[in-house]
């Protein structure tokens, strides 16, 4: 190993469902175990968000996309002495295999380090995976691997429904489920098959508890798991979209290690060297099972006691398990895997918590973690709302707490920091008769079968009913019962003695709730709670329960405890708000500004104190700042902290919105918000004193106006004119706002969507059609611009600017404009005295700007923008707030970035893949080019998987303009080789202007039509452009019969690149025209930014 | 019902009692497995000693049937976690931990903060310390004061004790220093260690179980019964003796010195009997209080440590290799000097503390961990197969 001197990391690519930011975490630490070791490190990744992409930690990095003809290109660049492939999640892997087996890894000698890739192979394959299992005596489920649906049939038959199928090598349970008949075995299989050329078909073990372990072996051998972790939600559902609890709750000393036994066998037996994830299934009723052969099976080492379980997963990777176990033991599990990739062996690498002990240990824990996962489902119009083995979370939340309450409770106000536990869910019971509910809420998994059974449990309902209905363990429902019964006693004796108060703390109710019940307010409790000394204890997470002195900076809070763990730091600290879990909408983005801010002040010595819920972060790695506070983002936990820790500074505008929000409250605590003041942040927040700011500055923006009745909205929509886009204040149910064309619409939106009256009124505003979008942001000190950058939408506007490919520098705008925007932005950072980040978003429409929003925050672009500009924004922020800034002096940068959303749709079954105002993609990815056109081939590329050896195109073109504006396209792709499918009146528009293409059938004729063109999987990829580019709501019953849909639907569901805007696809294949793909700049962000600083 | 953990340095923890109210002294140690409280509980090694869980909740899946414990009874003098968990949910729970504590007359405390009480056993070293039951203590802290129902104490006390706690410039949080200011001691304290205490727990007569070709005499200084499980499981009949049994009396073909309580030097009995098996060069396996009673019969030396091993995630590596095991411990004492003729042969990778003799030539070896688990990780299991191997 000694003759390491480059190593090349494979990266995740974009956040998607299955694959989200636990991959920045993995990564990052892996390339700072290489860099301790003077190992250089290269990396690919498109995900320009991410800290890994950041100089910080790599040597070289390539924003192109993780795929074998990318990555060997890199290969034949860099010529690595080794590679990790297990860093990146199920795509390095599977782009690591495919190199592999192409022998590219041979031909330029690389080294797979770590776990062998054989073992990797055997673990992919499901069907060998399960034979090598039953050869060492591990029990796995009966089943049968199959590759078509005959074969699935017969297997079914053969084991009996239920049956679980699963499709092999997909990310996060994609397309797997639950058949309990032919019918629903063929739905399944058809689906599964079309993503991934095996299924396996395997007995469904119905309430089986869901454990999983996290193992980690060195060369000589040496294994220790690492964390156990119990899924609240049996088996059946993703452990991705499970509560997760750790350590296990439930589990004797013989099934713990029993099972822990057995996933160290299977490790040893694969000779991982690294981290490896092993998914067990156990029979809570512990009786032995009679095995095929009629010969009951017993596991039982010890005692006897057998253990009645099933493998069901092994991951020979990190996995957002490993990510999650890393921060809820302290134990950095990623970092470690790379030591030992690396050759070292366990007891020679050392505990980076305790610093005095090394990594050869488990950790003990003195507290209880909640993970939580985050839906947004309710933003996928159509998307089905049950959850199952297939992923549909977009994040997660993590909680610790000294009992189950604590960080259950926790958790559960994490999530989106508008609920405040549990027992507040908003469900109406009354008009649903108990059994009726139970079907409906807790039968069923959804996102709120949680909330649901604490709702039950408040009406009444029996523990032993509930588990019956849900296979939830007893243990976790009388501890939530515990929550209710509390919360039902608060409310009886309206008890706030010193006591008291300490048990609903105990059991985890905040302030919030606490005055909800008793008619006081937030502050009113907490004086009550401060007067008595009802506070928090600050615990470290030292991973031996106390046994032995950790200098750890790993912190949370609790009130089973009566002293503090650790000194405050002072004023000479900084507290940074995290941004708490990934959800759509808020990313890895901010994670990327919070930990870039975090280091900044460093510079002015400051102490820094992170606080963060999100356990696939980089921030909440406890090296990032000088202390860790794993804890919420309200304002009771905030001002706990800050209390506690008497700091001199609370920087709220790095990590999203979220903290954002808290800028009021925390300044009416009068806490030391760093930057601009929360009166001016809220100028621009509250949408009537922002639209004076505006008037009063004489700059444009689209008009609208606030209503209590459906009436006054329609006169103003008939006076502005349609489209006009909608924003309801309260939203019942759906998507939060809409474009309305016509009354009809305005008046179903309102009718369903919103509950309107004089407290909760609706906004209308103006929709401007075929205007452009562009972004400014920038850092301002005491209202002076530092820095800016403008990007520029490819789309129009109307889509989500998290939706929409942005470019930067900008390729479409004047001069004149950019002069224009750039006075603007001036005005209002001068009048809100901004000191810090923010950002505007700007409509242009014949030359005329309208201001749409100012966030005085740091925005989603500011990596994108940061590293675009070898610049660093939060660090120019950091600056501003000491008073230190100095104006950026701009140079024309030496490439072209375009950045593209990644959608994950495939993963949402049911939700119709188009783009609205609201935003619906789940990552980013961005990459760089000499040209625009380079650059926005790598990005498309990036986020989709194209196949440039298939010459076939589908076009779909709803719409006369569509069809005119498109035509140059057609043609162009006719010049480049690709047989054009088309619909009906897209393909007699192309015929009358002589552009040949072929006639495909609609959705509703006979086979063969449209769908089996895309099934057919030979298509490179799908334009669908419907009238009104998509973005009108209809009905959900009119869109499932809709061709349009349901050509959307085939394109994602069959891995094939779809394309909805019509600006955006002819951007595409104008950049097909003028790219091959083999020409496509292989170039590392270093190489531009040495080439920018030689031109300066 | 409310009770006071006192521990000899004068501090106080005021907790809800879960088991039998009845006073009762001891010397608190702290243990810091995750499972497994109904093996510790019944592991003789415990016996005199106070527990400490740090994993905060107890109880979770109830208790087993008898034929699962380490032994007929509860053998610690009493337990405190942080959270008590009066809802189990297991298959194979016969009865809570609470009523289990109450029927073997164990006295029990939920005292909120044991980290703290973890963190000053590993800073100041195990301590001798007394439960009490009838004289609560009103200097309790914020989290303690939950613990306190109102019937029991009338709130005017604890606006009392809150004054007092203020006006003598305390944060009521903080409730160090104020030692000493208990009420009536219901019971004195006494350290476990200064009597006999394998004597006490070890069983009076002999017992068989197993069968097969060879005989392997297991000498009971404290037994946990998974030890005699683990050799049963390799077909050899096994004798259980008690701690002073003569051993001359018996026809067999190796030894096994079990684990238990207490200070190793006080077992003189057992360390002269032990002297016998070296002199006839009987197999011997020592595990725990067995190792060290096989170092000082050979003329070796053990000492206390300060707060000893105590858990399931012991790492101890294997001389001379790069091979580490995760153990299961429970000991206060250790080998401070190996014997000649011995070597080391397993060391504990955090503290470098000895874990394990070998004799350089003869069949006599000992480890300082529990092979035999129960509760803990089963990685050193094999340990068995090597002793069986030398007969």
């Not at chain 1, 990644?902 to 080019?929: H, I, K, N, Y």
């Not at chain 2, 087993?64 to 942080?82: F, M, N, R, T």
């Not at chain 2, 580490?324 to 504990?348: D, E, R, S, V």
């Amino acid at each position: 190993m000694k003759t390491l001197k480059k190593v090349l990391v494979l990266g995740s690519g974009a956040l998607k469902i299955g694959e989200a930011g636990e991959f920045d975490y993995s990564g990052s630490q892996a390339m700072k175990a290489l860099k301790e070791e003077g190992i250089k490190t290269v990396l690919v990744n498109p995900n320009i968000a991410t800290i890994q992409t950041s100089p910080l930690l790599a040597d070289e990095i390539y924003f192109l996309p993780v795929t074998p003809y990318f990555v060997e290109k890199v290969i034949a660049k860099e010529k690595p002495d080794g590679i990790l492939l297990s860093f990146g999640g199920q795509t390095a892997l599977n782009c690591g295999l495919e190199l592999h087996r192409k022998g590219i890894l041979k031909k330029h000698k690389v080294k797979v380090l770590g776990t062998p890739i054989e073992a990797v192979v055997l673990t992919e394959d499901r069907k060998n995976f399960a034979d090598h299992l039953r050869k060492i005596n591990v029990a796995v489920p009966p089943s049968g691997a199959a590759a078509t649906l005959v074969q699935a049939q017969a297997i079914a038959k053969q084991i009996g429904f239920p049956v679980m199928v699963r499709a092999a090598y997909a990310l996060g349970g994609q397309k797997s489920g639950v058949a309990y008949n032919l019918k629903q075995l063929n739905e399944i299989v058809s689906g599964a098959l079309a993503v991934s050329p095996q299924v396996l078909v395997e007995k469904y073990l119905h309430h089986f508890k869901e454990i999983e372990y996290e193992v980690v072996r060195d060369k000589e051998g040496n294994c220790v798991t690492v964390c156990n972790m119990e899924n609240m939600d049996p088996l059946g559902i993703h452990t991705g979209d499970s509560i997760v609890v750790a350590p296990s709750q439930t589990l004797t000393s013989d099934e713990y290690h029993g099972l822990r036994e057995v996933s160290v066998n299977i490790v040893k037996s694969l000779g991982i060297v690294g981290e490896c994830n092993v998914q067990f299934a156990l029979n809570p009723n512990g009786s032995t099972q009679i095995k095929d052969d009629g010969s009951t099976r017993m596991h039982g080492h010890t005692g006897k006691q057998g253990l009645d379980y099933y493998v069901i997963e092994v991951n020979a990777r990190l996995s957002r398990s490993s990510a999650l176990a890393s921060k809820a033991t302290g134990y950095p599990l990623a970092y470690v895997a790379a030591k030992l990739a690396l050759g070292k062996t366990l007891n020679k690498v050392q505990n980076q918590v305790t610093k005095v002990t090394q990594s050869f240990f488990e950790p003990a824990l003195d507290y209880v973690v909640v993970k939580m996962p985050r839906w947004d489902l309710e933003k996928f119009s159509g998307a089905e709302e049950k959850i199952g083995s297939a992923m549909k979370s977009v994040g997660e939340v993590m909680a610790i707490g000294r009992s189950f309450e604590e960080a259950l409770q926790k958790a559960s106000r994490m999530l989106s920091g508008r609920v405040q536990g549990v027992t507040e869910n908003g469900f109406n019971i009354k008009n649903l008769s108990k059994k009726e509910f139970s079907e409906k809420f807790l039968k069923i998994p959804t996102p709120k079968r949680l909330f649901a059974l604490a709702e039950s449990l408040k009406n009444g309902a029996k523990v032993k009913d509930i588990y019956q209905a849900t296979g939830i363990d007893l243990w976790f429902l009388y501890r939530i019962k515990n929550i209710v019964d509390t919360e039902e006693n608060l409310k009886a004796s309206q008890m706030l003695d010193p006591q008291s108060l300490c048990r609903y703390k105990q059991a985890g109710l905040s302030d919030k709730r606490i005055a909800f019940l008793t008619g006081k307010t937030e502050l009113e409790i907490r004086a009550l709670r401060q007067k008595a000394g009802v506070l928090p204890s600050v615990f470290q997470i030292d991973t031996l329960a106390g046994e032995v002195p950790a200098q750890t900076n790993y912190l949370y809070l609790t009130y089973h405890g009566n002293h503090h763990d650790v000194q405050p730091l002072g004023k000479k600290s900084v507290m940074v708000l995290g941004s708490g879990p990934y959800h759509i909408g808020s990313s890895v983005e901010f994670d990327w500004s919070c930990v870039n801010t975090a280091l900044a002040l460093k510079k002015y010595d400051k102490k820094t104190i992170i606080i963060n819920c999100n356990p696939e972060t980089v921030s909440t790695d406890y090296d990032m700042s000088d202390r860790l506070y794993f804890e919420d983002l309200n304002f009771e936990t905030v001002a706990d902290i800050l209390d506690f820790e008497q700091s001199g500074g609370v920087a709220v505008s790095v990590g999203g919105q979220r903290p954002n929000n808290l800028a009021n409250a925390l300044a009416a605590y009068k806490a030391p918000i760093l930057g601009t003041s929360a009166e001016n942040i809220d100028r621009a927040e509250d949408r009537n004193k922002f639209s004076a700011l505006l008037d009063k500055l004489g700059i444009l923006q689209p008009r609208w106006q606030s209503f209590a009745s459906l009436e006054k909205a329609e006169q103003f929509a008939e006076e502005v004119g349609y489209p006009v886009l909608v924003r309801p204040s309260y939203v019942l149910s759906g998507s939060a706002m809409s474009v309305c064309r016509n009354p009809q619409q305005l008046k179903d939106f309102i009718g369903k969507a919103a509950d309107l009256n004089q407290r909760h009124p609706v906004t209308v505003s103006k929709f401007i059609e075929n205007a452009k979008e562009l972004e400014f942001d920038a850092v301002a000190q005491n209202g002076e611009l530092m820095v800016y950058a403008i990007a520029e939408h490819v789309e129009n506007a109307g889509v989500h600017s998290g939706d929409a490919t942005i470019v930067y520098p900008t390729q479409r705008v004047y001069a004149s404009t950019e002069y224009q925007l750039r006075q603007i932005a001036k005005k209002i950072s001068k009048e809100l005295k901004i000191t810090g980040p923010f950002n505007i978003q700007f409509l242009f429409k014949d030359n005329q700007p309208f201001v749409i929003e100012v966030n005085v925050r740091a925005s989603r672009t500011f990596p994108l923008l940061s590293k675009a500009l070898f610049t660093n924004f939060p660090a120019i922020a950091v600056d501003s707030f000491f008073g230190k800034a100095k104006k950026f002096n701009y140079e024309y940068p030496p490439a072209v970035v375009v950045k593209s959303p990644q959608f994950s749709f495939a993963r949402l079954s049911g939700a119709d893949p188009v783009l609205q105002v609201e935003m619906s993609s789940t990552g980013e990815v961005a990459c760089f080019g000499r040209t625009y056109d380079e650059a926005l081939l790598k990005s498309i590329m990036s986020a989709n998987s194209f196949d440039f050896t298939k010459k076939r195109v589908l076009l779909s073109l709803g719409g006369e303009l569509n069809k005119i504006k498109f035509l140059e396209a057609a043609q162009t792709l006719v010049f480049l080789g690709y047989e054009i499918l088309a619909t009906d009146t897209t393909a007699s528009y192309l015929r009358e202007q002589n552009v040949a293409c072929t006639v495909v059938r609609k959705v509703s004729e006979q086979q063969p039509n449209v769908l089996n063109a895309i099934e057919g999987k030979d298509i490179a990829f799908v334009v669908n452009l419907s009238q009104n580019e998509g973005r009108q709501e209809q009905d959900k019953l009119k869109r499932h019969l809709n061709d349009g849909f349901r050509i959307r639907r085939a394109a994602v569901d069959n891995q094939i690149p779809l394309f909805i805007d019509l600006h955006l696809a002819r951007a595409f294949v104008k950049a097909l025209g003028r790219n091959q793909p083999d020409n496509l700049g292989i170039v590392s962000w270093q190489e531009y930014r040495r080439e920018f600083i030689n031109n300066k | 019902m409310i009770g006071n953990l006192i521990l000899k340095d004068g501090s106080e923890y005021v907790g809800k009692s879960f088991g039998k109210e009845k006073p009762m002294a001891g010397e608190v140690v702290f243990a810091t497995g995750m499972v497994g409280y109904p093996e510790s509980l019944t592991d003789p090694s415990y016996a005199g000693q106070i527990l400490v869980l740090t994993y905060p909740l107890q109880g979770n899946y109830g208790v087993p049937e008898k034929k699962y414990w380490e032994s007929g009874k509860i053998q610690v003098s009493g337990l405190v976690v942080s959270s008590y968990i009066d809802t189990p949910s297991h298959h194979s729970s016969k009865q809570t931990l609470s009523d289990w504590l109450k029927k073997q007359n164990i006295p029990a405390l939920e005292i909120k903060d044991t980290r703290e009480i973890t963190q000053k056993l590993r800073t100041h070293g195990v301590m001798l310390g007394k439960m009490e039951f009838n004289n609560v203590s009103l200097r309790a802290s914020a989290s303690e004061r939950s613990n306190l129902s109102q019937e029991k104490i009338a709130s005017s006390t604890f606006a009392k004790a809150s004054a007092y706690l203020r006006s003598a410039g305390q944060n009521p949080l903080l409730r160090q220093g104020f030692g000493g200011q208990g009420g009536l001691a219901m019971t004195e304290f006494k350290d476990p260690n200064l009597e006999n205490l394998a004597a006490k727990v070890s069983t009076k007569k002999v017992y068989r179980a197993g069968s097969g070709k060879k005989t392997v005499v297991v000498i009971d200084c404290g037994l946990k019964q998974n030890i005699v499980r683990e050799l049963v499981k390799r077909n050899v009949k096994v004798v259980v003796v008690p701690w002073d049994y003569n051993l001359k009396k018996l026809k067999f073909d190796a030894a096994l010195i079990s684990n238990g309580p207490g200070d190793p030097k006080q077992a003189t009995t057992t360390i002269e009997n032990v002297k016998y098996l070296l002199a006839k060069k009987i197999p011997t396996f020592g595990i725990c209080l067995g190792n060290q009673i096989l170092a000082l019969a050979a003329d070796g030396d053990t000492y206390k440590l300060k707060y000893g091993h105590r858990g399931q995630n012991q790492p101890c590596v294997l001389q001379g290799t790069n091979k580490c095991y995760l153990t299961t411990q429970n000991h206060g004492f250790a080998i401070k000097k190996i014997p000649k003729g011995f070597k080391q042969w397993f060391y504990n990778a955090n503290d470098k503390t000895n874990e394990g003799i070998i004799h350089n030539k003869l069949p006599f070896m000992s480890v300082q961990f529990h092979p035999e688990a129960h509760p803990g990780p089963l990685d050193t299991g094999w340990l068995f197969d090597e002793f069986l191997k030398k007969i």
